[in-house]
């Protein structure tokens, strides 16, 4: 039997797929297509596509090709859902892009945990999540333990690697690490480890522990620490999985997907979440511990889960995702327009309209496409003309 073609469409974000590819071995063929032409793999015809971000527009249109040819697609979730990425980045749904899982354009998504699958169902991809976990940090699952100190006395100061999607939430987030290295540095019996953007670290003036943006790197570092505050991200749960009590550093004043067991929302919030974080309650440990599990399929490897998943969209199989419960249609996603009020496209109701729409832009970016191409072209014949000297005339 021939092994299955699972045609990749990435240009970074390897380490979340070669955990797949390492699990299947020899049983499928992996492609990794760099260019995103839609006409190329309808041609070599994969058994299945695999995306982790279905946003960009040569993505979009890719499986939108594969779902005209009947190839079967897959989204890898990269990372936990947060308010700010999904409603407040100009990249997205209030800065005129679309919105980011609303809805997921892959056939199905492969969803880093429960709580994840569960929203992402909500917003309008009924019996398209399932809950996989994340192949990234299977290592996690099999490094050895190594136990935190209670009382602590050590703490890791993380920051998501993109601190802020705007100006204004940038700088609410140096204003929180301010007054925390503040406070930390008012201790002469704590640690502090600092593990944050580069930028912000310049900022701060402070020595960062930050080398590249790995999981086995960040592993490392967390282990090193007694507990961590981290302003919300992936590194929550990989601080959670490694036993390490979590605090949110979280000036933003907005709805969290993610919950934590310690909240630092405010200065006065500071001293008294440290002092709890360093000796954790039993009650607040085991929240965190129902938390990871719900927010990241964590028992066993991810990388199996997802190889199977893979390999029965191949074969055509029948996928079982989460379903609303008592619907075969699920609840009523959340009108676009009520949730990017600022966008007047969210609000037009006339399909018509929008499809003329489309294809006007579609045509326009097909023709800017084409004068790039020959502005490039017209460059490199540019470079390689002999220097000196004049073109005889005719």
């Not at 994969?46 to 993505?59: E, M, S």
């Not at 974080?277 to 607040?284: D, F, N, Q, T, W």
Request: glycine fraction near 4%.
């Amino acid at each position: 039997m021939t092994a299955p073609r699972i045609w990749c469409l990435l240009r970074d974000q390897f380490a979340h797929v070669r955990p797949v590819a390492d699990a299947l071995g020899d049983s499928a063929r992996f492609v990794y297509d760099s260019d995103w032409n839609p006409d190329v793999l309808v041609r070599e015809s994969p058994d299945a596509v695999l995306c982790i971000n279905d946003w960009p527009y040569d993505v979009a249109r890719c499986l939108d090709a594969a779902r005209r040819a009947s190839i079967p697609s897959l989204a890898l979730q990269d990372g936990i859902l947060e308010w700010r990425c999904q409603y407040e980045n100009p990249l997205f749904g209030s800065g005129g892009g679309a919105p980011q899982h609303q809805p997921v354009l892959a056939d199905y998504i492969a969803c880093i945990g429960r709580q994840s699958a569960r929203q992402i169902t909500a917003w309008g991809n009924v019996g398209r999540a399932i809950a996989t976990g994340m192949p990234r940090l299977d290592h996690l699952l099999s490094r050895p333990k190594v136990e935190r100190r209670v009382p602590g006395s050590t703490v890791l100061v993380m920051t998501a690697k993109n601190p802020g999607f705007t100006e204004e939430q940038r700088a609410v987030t140096l204003e929180s690490l301010r007054d925390l290295k503040a406070f930390l540095g008012s201790r002469a019996d704590i640690t502090v480890l600092w593990r944050v953007g580069r930028d912000i670290a310049r900022q701060l003036g402070i020595e960062n522990l930050l080398s590249e943006m790995e999981s086995a790197e960040l592993a490392a570092v967390v282990e090193r620490a007694d507990a961590v505050v981290t302003t919300p991200s992936t590194a929550m749960l990989e601080a959670m999985l490694l036993n390490r009590p979590v605090a949110a550093l979280d000036y933003h004043n907005v709805p969290r997907f993610v919950p934590t067991a310690w909240t630092i929302s405010a200065r006065e919030q500071i001293a008294p979440v440290v002092d709890e974080i360093l000796s954790p309650s039993a009650r607040k440990l085991a929240y965190q511990d129902d938390v990871l599990h719900d927010c990241l399929e964590c028992r066993t490897p991810a990388a199996s889960r997802v190889a199977d998943l893979i390999m029965r969209l191949a074969a055509r199989e029948r996928i079982d995702a989460l379903r609303e419960p008592n619907s075969d249609q699920g609840a009523t996603p959340p009108a676009l327009d009520a949730l990017y009020p600022d966008e007047p496209i969210f609000a037009e109701r006339d399909l018509r309209a929008l499809q003329v729409r489309l294809t006007r832009l579609q045509k326009e970016n097909e023709s800017l496409r084409r004068r790039v191409r020959l502005s490039d072209v017209a460059r490199r014949l540019l470079r390689r003309r002999p220097s000196g000297g004049r073109e005889a005339s005719s």
